[in-house]
């Protein structure tokens, strides 16, 4: 299969939705991510880089998520909540995209702490690497800050092989410089990795349902 660059498009999953990144949805975003637990582990750059207030936050939305890369793709992430209104609850992008090679980057994840451990991330990677690897791509590059260990665990949970540590690779926004941890799936990884997030899932929805009774 020849891989072919994915277009721009909502994704729906059980319980979030991403939907192409707006310049409407930047206030709700840096209510949900302009916060040092997001940025003190790696995320934009670092601590350093955590903007302090909406102007800010738009400027580095704009570099982070539009780099000029016209192929690239960029998501707002809402969460469905318990009233059926749907709340921002994360951002995350595709891009570097080598159809020769068929490789894509899926990268600039991040969440608001809410949402860290529950559902959102892995139906928000199994929509994502889904579109991947339904577009023709064997392998896509998953890659934190070396010392970034809860990013780090994440993408080792969803099966991701740890290729090795690209050093001094990144300057943070504290003019230090951070070694890259990088990790891939293939495109024959894909089927064992996209079982376990499913199972993943089906456990926090299971999860949800007993909380549910447990409230009647």
């Known amino acids: 299969m020849t ?7 909502e994704l729906v999953g059980s ?20 916060r040092h637990e997001v940025f003190v582990g790696g995320f934009g ?3 350093a880089a955590l903007p302090t207030n909406l102007d800010e936050f738009r400027v580095f939305a704009a570099s982070y998520y539009f780099d000029g890369d016209a ?18 609850v994360g951002a995350t992008w595709m891009g570097d995209f080598d159809l020769e090679h ?9 969440y608001c702490p809410e949402a860290w451990g529950t ?28 010392v970034n260990a809860r990013s780090r665990s994440a993408i ?5 092989e740890f290729e090795g540590v690209l050093r001094r690779d990144q300057k943070r926004a504290d003019g230090s410089w951070r070694d890259t941890a990088v990790y891939s799936i293939l495109a024959d990884e894909w089927p064992a990795a996209k079982a ?13 349902a007993g909380a549910d009774q447990r409230r009647q």
């Open 196 to 208: 376990r997030l499913e199972q993943r899932i089906a456990a926090f929805a299971r999860g949800a």
């Open 45 to 47: 750059g670092g601590i």
């Open 156 to 160: 080792e949970r969803l099966g991701a």
């Open 102 to 110: 068929e490789s894509a980057h899926l990268g600039a994840t991040a």
């Open 15 to 34: 319980a979030v939705r991403l939907t192409p990144m707006l310049a409407s949805d930047i206030p709700d975003l840096y209510q949900a991510l302009a």
């Open 3 to 9: 891989a072919t660059l994915p277009a721009p498009r």
């Open 119 to 146: 559902i959102v991330n892995p139906e928000t990677k199994l929509l994502t690497l889904g579109l991947a690897f339904d577009s023709g791509f064997n392998r896509v590059r998953i890659q934190a800050d070396s």
């Open 71 to 88: 192929a690239s793709l960029a998501w707002t992430i809402r969460s469905s909540t318990r009233t059926g209104k749907a709340r921002v």
